[in-house]
């Protein structure tokens, strides 16, 4: 930029230049060589100037270039039109031809008004003209004596921007009209007419893309569900499973490759207004996609009004709309969905509209149609986050589904889990019961993918509010097809990705849980059987449960918000008070990890890839949306925000967040809203409890780790290994210990700054935790001094309170279990990143498979193409486009091995990979030795 500015005046006298005629005006046509060049065309020749007879001789085949003509002293825009060009759209012998003035044509980049021929003599049969129109790749606004139109590359840019950019069609439509007269002059008003022609045309792409034009039933033939894109890397029996693969006994290590994961969730942000109506906008193939078939689903929810509300134990944002007050003035609160969790394509017939929030008829519903499409020999894991309510009575409201959407209940094997992300807001018994993590065969799935689809539509959610019933549905179809299109075909990028990450993070746990499992010696075959027996049997004793109860943070949460439910006031948001404090406790939450994460990254203590950036942005955006939340419940913080000295260096990671405890008594009184201070000091107690527990989990296993390391590390390299242990422990012993700090703090500041005055006046349950002398505490570092057992100074060891505050002892029952809960997380930890190598090696075979399946359908089309001669031009056609989708399912495949089998190098060193065999042993411990492999080699024997 530098170097261009001093050029800024040559290039502004070239472009003045340009405006002119340069001389071109003084010297005789370059075509025809006699007559006085006037006219401009920008998109022929560079600008030449040629005379009107040429221009329009020339553009015979090029009707919709735009014309500039030279007057003698400026360029003024006119067109080939009204130079007198006329385009032909009849037969080359018609003697009666049928002129049609100020023909509209949508152009990219224009609207043109043109002068057309359409056929009038004894050979015109009713479809000439929409028939002419669409040969010229114009596509007819009416099917009846069209005067609009629009070219098929104006109606496909729409398309594309509109699935990419999610760009309306207001907005496009007004572009092309700036486009084509940037003054402000009036043009053809057509916004109507492309409204109709855009549903038309998305629908009509989607049957041609589904071979519906190449089937002899025709477009009423299609079958529900048929116009969907399935996913080429779930296991789908006849297309991408191996022979027998149904045999497989639920003790065979290989069953867990073919289990079908399904992700069902709810977004309250595709709403539809209470406009139009099913008779006035019905939908053009609703039921042939993804949404379901409208009127038995309708039918269906009539039989439901009087269900019973649901009850939960997580407060999910979710729930709150289950309730009738957020309907008013829609017809459609919120769409329901069910995408495979894996990979996230949105599943045939999976998508249902909402009434009045989230209730079990309309989540039934929509996994029945998901299901009826499925081998009921697949075993099934579903992910729903508020599947530990949802699934207690499913079977039952199943058999009384209609036989049509009824599938196999009895022969399927259902598991069902809780997505990672939201089962930290459900109880500790729900954590322990519908965790992906303790899941045998769950791999590394976290079932969050289906709200990558609700993020990519909420682009659209302000313009399919406004639609009828039909055209939303419409809409929704076409923007969720080009979702599963753009995930076909970045599949196997997807996978890689994944593969990749896998094989490191497999490697690094492997070697820890390793180094873990050498020092607790003879208690861990106990502990495998445990684990085994409990997998087997999930009544057995959970090896990942402690038996020590405390409060936990979600039964505080899920109090206050059944408190609030009682009491029945009216919100003054659409989140509750709850919400709000928790909403503010989630980013403290995210806050001290992030200031951990940043220490750790600078001591270097952990492999780990620490984005920091990444976490300061989203802590960026938490911060914003709790201070839009903090002007209705609190706008004292905003007022003492305003007051602080501004400071430029001040990381989001330290950014105060002003919650109720944060102010003096006179602010919370006057400027927070009532009751508030109350659900925080509640919320406060919960943290004490759970990081009190937390903490002392981890000072037990800390006091193993270095125990061991003082009696059994020899070397530099076990040294090295025992002091990373000690130091990952360290980062979540400080986590804790803070946490329990802020929360203790808090509870005093709303107290009135007492820290000995009891609490019972805010918290209706527990007492604040009286500080003691701990002067014996844990210090940084491996802390051997501290260490039960290790200390010189045992005699004159003072007992810390926390050890006491429940009621317990921190005796050696406490630490064992302690120690074996750590123990088998690790262990499962190794085993599902193991099967995630195994599982994405799987998924890369079967998309391989699903791709040439996909090819082989569209050859078989074309065999079954009756070739006769009044459609010799369809046949053709319909043999060539057939032929071109199925060379395209193969490059895809093509595509698919080169990405899967390219040599990755990184820092100029080949990468090292365990290689995972066959003959593993049944706990997933690796092989004695590791192969060195460059990148995804070894994949050609698989293929």
Same mark, same amino acid.
């Given at each position: 930029?530098?170097?261009?500015?001093?050029?800024?005046?040559?290039?502004?006298?070239?472009?003045?230049?340009?405006?002119?005629?340069?001389?071109?005006?003084?010297?005789?046509?370059?075509?025809?060589?006699?007559?006085?060049?006037?006219?401009?065309?920008?998109?022929?020749?560079?600008?030449?100037? +040629?005379?009107?007879?040429?221009?329009?001789?020339?553009?015979?085949?090029?009707?919709?270039?735009?014309?500039?003509?030279?007057?003698?002293?400026?360029?003024?825009?006119?067109?080939?039109?009204?130079?007198?060009?006329?385009?032909?759209?009849?037969?080359?012998?018609?003697?009666?031809?049928?002129?049609?003035?100020?023909?509209?044509?949508?152009?990219?980049?224009?609207?043109?008004?043109?002068?057309?021929?359409?056929?009038?003599?004894?050979?015109?049969?009713?479809?000439?003209?929409?028939?002419?129109?669409?040969?010229?790749?114009?596509?007819?606004?009416?099917?009846?004596?069209?005067?609009?139109?629009?070219?098929?590359?104006?109606?496909?840019?729409?398309?594309?921007?509109?699935?990419?950019?999610?760009?309306?069609?207001?907005?496009?439509?007004?572009?092309?009209?700036?486009?084509?007269?940037?003054?402000?002059? =009036?043009?053809?008003?057509?916004?109507?007419?492309?409204?109709?022609?855009?549903?038309?045309?998305?629908?009509?792409?989607?049957?041609?893309?589904?071979?519906?034009?190449?089937?002899?039933?025709?477009?009423?033939?299609?079958?529900?569900?048929?116009?969907?894109?399935?996913?080429?890397?779930?296991?789908?029996?006849?297309?991408?499973?191996?022979?027998?693969?149904?045999?497989?006994?639920?003790?065979?290590?290989?069953?867990?490759?073919?289990?079908?994961?399904?992700?069902?969730?709810?977004?309250?942000?595709?709403?539809?207004?209470?406009?139009?109506?099913?008779?006035?906008?019905?939908?053009?193939?609703?039921?042939?996609?993804?949404?379901?078939?409208?009127?038995?689903?309708?039918?269906?929810?009539?039989?439901?009004?009087?269900?019973?509300?649901?009850?939960?134990?997580?407060?999910?944002?979710?729930?709150?709309?289950?309730?009738? =007050?957020?309907?008013?003035?829609?017809?459609?609160?919120?769409?329901?969905?069910?995408?495979?969790?894996?990979?996230?394509?949105?599943?045939?017939?999976?998508?249902?509209?909402?009434?009045?929030?989230?209730?079990?008829?309309?989540?039934?519903?929509?996994?029945?149609?998901?299901?009826?499409?499925?081998?009921?020999?697949?075993?099934?894991?579903?992910?729903?986050?508020?599947?530990?309510?949802? +699934?207690?009575?499913?079977?039952?409201?199943?058999?009384?589904?209609?036989?049509?959407?009824?599938?196999?209940?009895?022969?399927?094997?259902?598991?069902?889990?809780?997505?990672?992300?939201?089962?930290?807001?459900?109880?500790?018994?729900?954590?322990?019961? +519908?965790?992906?993590?303790?899941?045998?065969?769950?791999?590394?799935?976290?079932?969050?993918?289906?709200?990558?689809?609700?993020?990519?539509?909420?682009?659209?959610?302000?313009?399919?509010?406004?639609?009828?019933?039909?055209?939303?549905?419409?809409?929704?179809?076409?923007?969720?097809?080009?979702?599963?299109?753009?995930?076909?075909?970045?599949?196997?990028?997807?996978?890689?990705?994944?593969?990749?990450?896998?094989?490191?993070?497999?490697?690094?746990?492997?070697?820890?849980?390793?180094?873990?499992?050498?020092?607790?010696?003879?208690?861990?075959?106990?502990?495998?059987?445990?684990?085994?027996?409990?997998?087997?049997?999930?009544?057995?004793?959970?090896?990942?449960?402690?038996?020590?109860?405390?409060?936990?943070?979600?039964?505080?949460?899920?109090?206050?918000?059944?408190?609030?439910?009682?009491?029945?006031?009216?919100?003054?948001?659409?989140?509750?008070?709850?919400?709000?404090?928790?909403?503010?406790?989630?980013?403290?939450?995210?806050?001290?990890?992030?200031?951990?994460?940043?220490?750790?990254?600078?001591?270097?203590?952990?492999?780990? =890839?620490?984005?920091?950036?990444?976490?300061?942005?989203?802590?960026?955006?938490?911060?914003?949306?709790?201070?839009?939340?903090?002007?209705?419940?609190?706008?004292?913080?905003?007022?003492?925000?305003?007051?602080?000295?501004?400071?430029?260096?001040?990381?989001?990671?330290?950014?105060?967040?002003?919650?109720?405890?944060?102010?003096?008594?006179?602010?919370?009184?006057?400027?927070?809203?009532?009751?508030?201070?109350?659900?925080?000091?509640?919320?406060?107690?919960?943290?004490?409890?759970?990081?009190?527990?937390?903490?002392?989990?981890?000072?037990?296993?800390?006091?193993?780790?270095?125990?061991?390391?003082?009696?059994?590390?020899?070397?530099?390299?076990?040294?090295?290994?025992?002091?990373?242990?000690?130091?990952?422990?360290?980062?979540?012993?400080?986590?804790?210990?803070?946490?329990?700090?802020?929360?203790?703090?808090?509870?005093?500041?709303?107290?009135?700054?007492?820290?000995?005055?009891?609490?019972?006046?805010?918290?209706?349950?527990?007492?604040?935790?009286?500080?003691?002398?701990?002067?014996?505490?844990?210090?940084?570092?491996?802390?051997?001094?501290?260490?039960?057992?290790?200390?010189?100074?045992?005699?004159?060891?003072?007992?810390?309170?926390?050890?006491?505050?429940?009621?317990?002892?921190?005796?050696?029952?406490?630490?064992?279990?302690?120690?074996?809960?750590?123990?088998?997380?690790?262990?499962?930890?190794?085993?599902?990143?193991?099967?995630?190598?195994?599982?994405?090696?799987?998924?890369?075979?079967?998309?391989?498979?699903?791709?040439?399946?996909?090819?082989?359908?569209?050859?078989?089309?074309?065999?079954?193409?009756?070739?006769?001669?009044?459609?010799?031009?369809?046949?053709?056609?319909?043999?060539?486009?057939?032929?071109?989708?199925?060379?395209?399912?193969?490059?895809?495949?093509?595509?698919?091995?080169?990405?899967?089998?390219?040599?990755?190098?990184? =820092?100029?060193?080949?990468?090292?990979?365990?290689?995972?065999?066959?003959?593993?042993?049944?706990?997933?411990?690796?092989?004695?030795?590791?192969?060195?492999?460059?990148?995804?080699?070894?994949?050609?024997?698989?293929?």
């Amino acid at each position: 930029m530098h170097e261009w500015r001093p050029l800024r005046d040559e290039y502004l006298r070239l472009l003045l230049r340009l405006e002119g005629a340069a001389d071109a005006d003084l010297v005789p046509c370059p075509r025809c060589k006699t007559a006085t060049p006037t006219i401009r065309c920008k998109q022929c020749f560079g600008g030449e100037m +040629f005379c009107k007879e040429c221009t329009v001789i020339m553009h015979a085949k090029n009707p919709l270039h735009i014309i500039d003509e030279w007057n003698g002293e400026m360029f003024s825009r006119t067109s080939l039109t009204a130079l007198g060009l006329v385009i032909q759209l009849c037969h080359n012998d018609c003697v009666a031809p049928v002129r049609v003035e100020k023909f509209v044509l949508l152009d990219t980049g224009c609207i043109h008004e043109l002068s057309v021929d359409f056929c009038g003599c004894e050979r015109r049969h009713s479809t000439q003209r929409r028939t002419a129109l669409l040969e010229k790749r114009w596509y007819p606004a009416t099917h009846d004596t069209p005067r609009t139109a629009a070219t098929f590359n104006f109606l496909n840019l729409f398309v594309i921007q509109t699935h990419q950019a999610k760009t309306t069609m207001y907005d496009y439509y007004m572009t092309t009209v700036r486009s084509t007269c940037g003054s402000g002059k =009036k043009v053809p008003n057509r916004y109507p007419e492309l409204l109709r022609m855009v549903r038309q045309w998305r629908h009509l792409q989607m049957l041609k893309r589904s071979g519906r034009g190449h089937d002899q039933s025709g477009v009423n033939g299609t079958k529900l569900g048929a116009l969907a894109i399935e996913c080429p890397a779930c296991p789908r029996p006849d297309v991408n499973l191996p022979e027998g693969w149904e045999t497989a006994s639920p003790e065979d290590r290989r069953r867990f490759l073919y289990i079908l994961f399904i992700a069902l969730d709810a977004c309250f942000r595709l709403k539809r207004r209470l406009v139009s109506s099913e008779l006035r906008d019905p939908g053009l193939g609703t039921g042939w996609a993804y949404f379901v078939e409208q009127e038995p689903y309708r039918q269906y929810l009539l039989t439901t009004t009087n269900e019973t509300e649901m009850s939960t134990c997580s407060g999910l944002a979710a729930l709150d709309y289950a309730n009738t =007050k957020f309907s008013r003035g829609y017809s459609v609160t919120g769409v329901g969905m069910g995408v495979c969790a894996r990979h996230e394509f949105v599943q045939p017939t999976g998508v249902g509209d909402l009434q009045k929030g989230e209730r079990y008829g309309n989540t039934d519903w929509i996994f029945c149609a998901i299901m009826r499409w499925k081998h009921p020999d697949l075993p099934k894991a579903i992910s729903y986050d508020i599947v530990c309510q949802w +699934f207690k009575a499913l079977f039952d409201r199943l058999l009384k589904m209609p036989a049509a959407v009824r599938f196999a209940i009895v022969t399927s094997l259902f598991r069902f889990v809780i997505p990672k992300m939201h089962i930290h807001s459900h109880t500790l018994a729900c954590q322990l019961t +519908f965790s992906l993590n303790f899941l045998p065969g769950a791999a590394q799935t976290d079932g969050e993918g289906i709200e990558r689809p609700w993020a990519n539509l909420g682009g659209v959610a302000t313009s399919t509010r406004e639609m009828g019933p039909g055209s939303r549905r419409d809409t929704l179809d076409s923007h969720l097809s080009f979702w599963n299109w753009s995930k076909l075909i970045g599949i196997a990028d997807l996978l890689r990705r994944r593969l990749d990450k896998a094989r490191v993070e497999e490697r690094e746990q492997r070697e820890a849980f390793e180094a873990f499992t050498a020092e607790q010696g003879e208690r861990v075959e106990g502990w495998r059987a445990m684990v085994h027996a409990f997998e087997a049997n999930p009544k057995a004793t959970n090896p990942y449960e402690s038996t020590a109860k405390a409060l936990t943070e979600a039964d505080v949460r899920l109090r206050l918000a059944e408190e609030e439910a009682a009491r029945g006031q009216t919100s003054l948001h659409d989140v509750s008070p709850t919400g709000f404090i928790y909403a503010g406790l989630d980013l403290e939450e995210q806050q001290r990890r992030t200031r951990v994460s940043i220490e750790l990254k600078k001591a270097q203590t952990t492999a780990q =890839k620490i984005d920091i950036l990444a976490m300061r942005r989203k802590l960026t955006r938490g911060i914003t949306r709790f201070r839009k939340l903090q002007a209705t419940y609190e706008p004292a913080a905003l007022q003492a925000l305003a007051r602080r000295p501004a400071d430029p260096e001040e990381t989001p990671e330290r950014t105060p967040l002003m919650l109720p405890s944060a102010l003096t008594a006179e602010e919370r009184k006057n400027g927070c809203m009532a009751g508030v201070e109350y659900t925080e000091a509640i919320a406060r107690d919960g943290q004490c409890s759970a990081a009190l527990l937390r903490l002392r989990n981890q000072l037990h296993i800390k006091s193993r780790f270095i125990v061991y390391k003082k009696h059994n590390s020899r070397h530099q390299g076990a040294n090295t290994r025992s002091r990373a242990l000690v130091a990952r422990n360290e980062s979540k012993i400080r986590l804790h210990s803070e946490k329990y700090q802020t929360a203790w703090n808090a509870i005093r500041l709303l107290n009135g700054g007492n820290p000995k005055a009891k609490q019972r006046q805010l918290v209706a349950e527990g007492e604040v935790i009286e500080e003691e002398n701990d002067e014996e505490g844990w210090e940084d570092g491996d802390g051997e001094d501290n260490v039960a057992g290790a200390s010189s100074t045992e005699n004159r060891r003072v007992l810390s309170w926390i050890w006491t505050v429940t009621g317990t002892m921190g005796s050696d029952v406490e630490i064992e279990e302690a120690l074996r809960i750590e123990w088998a997380k690790a262990y499962a930890r190794s085993r599902r990143w193991k099967e995630e190598i195994r599982l994405l090696e799987e998924e890369y075979r079967r998309i391989l498979l699903s791709f040439e399946y996909e090819a082989q359908r569209w050859e078989a089309r074309v065999r079954a193409i009756p070739v006769s001669e009044v459609e010799l031009g369809y046949a053709q056609g319909a043999v060539a486009y057939a032929l071109k989708q199925a060379a395209m399912y193969r490059d895809i495949a093509a595509r698919a091995v080169i990405t899967m089998t390219e040599v990755h190098r990184g =820092k100029g060193k080949k990468r090292m990979v365990p290689v995972l065999e066959e003959d593993e042993g049944e706990c997933g411990a690796p092989n004695d030795h590791d192969r060195e492999r460059e990148g995804g080699g070894g994949w050609g024997g698989q293929c």
